[in-house]
């Protein structure tokens, strides 16, 4: 679930929390939400209604998401 959290925040459209239900039936929002909240809060990630992604200034700094997830 991090390998996959890890490597769809590398893609600029990010992860269809969809996507990650079907794969693992478990929603990220509840699994990874300390580390969600923590990136929205340092306005890193944005998450809409199915789709987790870098904001621009995410892209910028990128390793510091990538990190939460290691």
């Given at each position: 679930?991090?390998?996959?959290?890890l490597l769809g925040?590398?893609?600029i459209k990010g992860i269809r929390i969809s996507d990650?239900?079907?794969?693992?039936?478990?929603?990220p929002i509840y699994i990874y939400r300390k580390e969600l909240e923590k990136l929205v809060q340092e306005e890193l990630i944005e998450i809409d209604s199915d789709n987790v992604k870098l904001t621009n200034k995410g892209i910028d700094?990128?390793?510091?998401?990538?990190?939460?997830?290691?």
């Amino acid at each position: 679930m991090k390998e996959f959290m890890l490597l769809g925040l590398r893609k600029i459209k990010g992860i269809r929390i969809s996507d990650f239900k079907n794969k693992f039936v478990d929603n990220p929002i509840y699994i990874y939400r300390k580390e969600l909240e923590k990136l929205v809060q340092e306005e890193l990630i944005e998450i809409d209604s199915d789709n987790v992604k870098l904001t621009n200034k995410g892209i910028d700094l990128a390793n510091l998401v990538w990190e939460e997830f290691v």
